[in-house]
């Protein structure tokens, strides 16, 4: 979730524009999402959403890897560097949830939901392997503001597990929010980083709609 600091910081340009996608269809605003983060979330519920979220993101390289590596804009160096290390911290804590919550819950139609599951992780995949300028730098921008709401599930998680589950390590968000304007300095990047967030945004959105009637299909099993 951004802050009213970071997003105050800027009054226009690629900063503010991710930050406002993120409020409207990040993952703090569903209702799945914000369930899961309650007492009132089913141990199977928890168990699936970090079955899901460890195939989406548990894999090496992941996003902030691939746009490193493309370098689609060579100042993003440092910052996707930085990115990455965060998140390599982010995946052992996805590996460690996924074997303290056991196998998924059975689930009809789960073949299914595999498969769009790994579809939507070759989405993320593409967008951060993308050679326009500015696409993947949007699609990673969204996934460090997107992740704090993320956090909130497994961190639930982690305390009904009984896991310790370590602070995230996420890069500062002002220098986040500087390196994105420095970014999006131009109108075709700034549209490019637009995409790319809007897109990553989509696909965890559709992740939580999809983990939300998983568990309408194993209620009515």
């Not at 269809?25 to 199977?44: E, N, Q, V, Y």
């Not at 894999?59 to 060579?74: E, S, V, Y």
């Not at 100042?75 to 949830?97: H, I, P, Q």
């Not at 993947?136 to 460090?144: D, K, Q, R």
């Amino acid at each position: 979730m951004v802050s009213e600091t970071a997003a105050s910081g800027w009054h226009g340009g690629a900063w503010p524009l991710v930050a406002r996608l993120s409020a409207a269809d990040g993952t703090a605003a569903h209702a799945w999402a914000k369930r899961l983060a309650t007492a009132s979330a089913m141990r199977r519920d928890l168990a699936d959403a970090v079955h899901a979220l460890a195939m989406l993101h548990g894999h090496q390289p992941g996003m902030a890897d691939h746009a490193l590596a493309r370098r689609a804009q060579a100042n993003a160096d440092a910052w996707l560097a930085e990115v990455s290390a965060a998140f390599a911290a982010e995946r052992a804590v996805l590996a460690m949830l996924v074997a303290a919550a056991g196998p998924l819950p059975s689930t009809p139609g789960h073949a299914g939901s595999e498969a769009a599951i790994l579809g939507q992780r070759h989405a993320l995949d593409m967008l951060a392997r993308s050679d326009r300028c500015g696409c993947s730098s949007g699609a990673v921008a969204a996934l460090l503001i997107d992740w704090p709401a993320v956090r909130l599930v497994l961190d639930h998680a982690g305390r009904c597990f009984g896991v310790a589950v370590p602070p995230p390590q996420l890069p500062d968000e002002i220098d986040t929010a500087t390196t994105v304007a420095r970014l999006g300095e131009s109108p075709a990047a700034e549209r490019a980083i637009a995409f790319g967030a809007e897109q990553l945004l989509a696909q965890h959105r559709g992740l939580w709609s999809l983990l939300e009637a998983r568990a309408e299909a194993r209620g009515r099993s």
